[in-house]
């Protein structure tokens, strides 16, 4: 009865731990045609780390908050911003949070 669940459930644990990234360009504009370096670009991205834990059995002190749980939870993540201004410069921002 459960035999179509082992395989699924075997894929799922194997491509949870990948990490996810993307990017996105909010804001685009040529300023002139002929230079391709001439652009202002506004571009967003990041990407997550998650986890999964399996325990059979809790063995950690109930006052011990700091352990993580069995469950999902993300190791790592990263959310930044480029903006580029004309020729002139390039400007990077990034925020990582980790475990």
């Keep these: 009865m459960h ?3 082992s395989p699924l459930v075997a894929v799922m644990l194997f491509l949870l731990p990948c ?3 993307a990017r996105v360009t909010v804001f685009e504009q040529k300023n002139s045609e002929s ?3 001439d652009i202002r670009r506004l571009a967003i991205f990041g990407f997550l ?3 999964f834990t399996w325990q059979q059995k809790d063995v950690r ?3 011990n908050k700091v352990d993580n749980s069995a469950g999902f939870s993300f190791r790592r993540s990263r959310l ?3 903006a580029r201004v004309d020729k002139i ?3 990077t921002t990034e925020i990582e949070l980790t475990t």
Aim: aromatic share 4%.
């Design 3 to 5: 035999s179509w669940a």
């Design 19 to 21: 990490t996810a990234a």
């Design 35 to 37: 230079d391709p370096e």
């Design 49 to 51: 780390q998650p986890r």
């Design 61 to 63: 002190d109930p006052s």
């Design 80 to 82: 930044g911003a480029v």
């Design 89 to 91: 410069a390039t400007l």
